[in-house]
């Protein structure tokens, strides 16, 4: 799995950086999934993770190299699906933000489970980590802000804003139903390839 895994990786990330559509806005929306594979690495021998917390990673680092490449207000699928429902938006960003919450929540989850953070598996347990969801998104909306200010020009493309007022709160919407969403999926399977590694 791990060749396969890598090979994905840079197969994706190749294809993302080979003439996007803007430079800069690639390397600011790449840089979350490089900083990610620097951390996997450098952890990968004192505290592997399962193999579906490995594969909800390398898909949310697609989705961001995907927005990388057209940047997140022209992906053209979106485009289409835009047209098809008489939108006035692409929507690719709502992916990228809901696999905010949805990958990051399996990690959390991963890491309080195996350092014994929680007793029990209860309530709490859930509000901590959709907490911890809220939290990393509501960060990254700061990010992308002072980024945006600082690269100047080019913040309408990083931002992905597209005129939509609501845009940084439907972004944290999205990241807490990601949350929920995966937590509601994945928590079962997630247990039993926490049980095979432990």
Known sequence: MKLLWLAIFFLVFLWSGYEPKDRMIWILEVFPAIIGFIILAATYHSFPLTSITYILILVHMVVLMIGGHYTYAEVPLFDTLNNYFN????????????????????????????????????????????????????????????????????????????????????????????????????????????????
């Open 87 to 198: 939108g006035n938006r692409n929507n690719y960003d709502k992916v990228g933000h809901f696999m905010q919450g949805a990958v990051p929540v399996v990690i959390a989850r991963e890491i309080v489970i195996r350092k014994n953070v929680f007793t029990a598996q209860n309530g709490w347990f859930v509000f901590f980590l959709l907490c911890f969801v809220l939290a990393v998104s509501a960060f990254y909306e700061l990010l992308e802000w002072w980024s945006a200010v600082l690269i100047g020009s080019a913040a309408d493309e990083f931002l992905a804003t597209q005129g939509y007022v609501w845009d940084t709160q439907s972004d944290m919407w999205y990241a807490l139903m990601g949350g929920i969403t995966s937590l509601a999926i994945f928590s079962r399977l997630h247990d039993k390839k926490l049980r095979e590694i432990s």
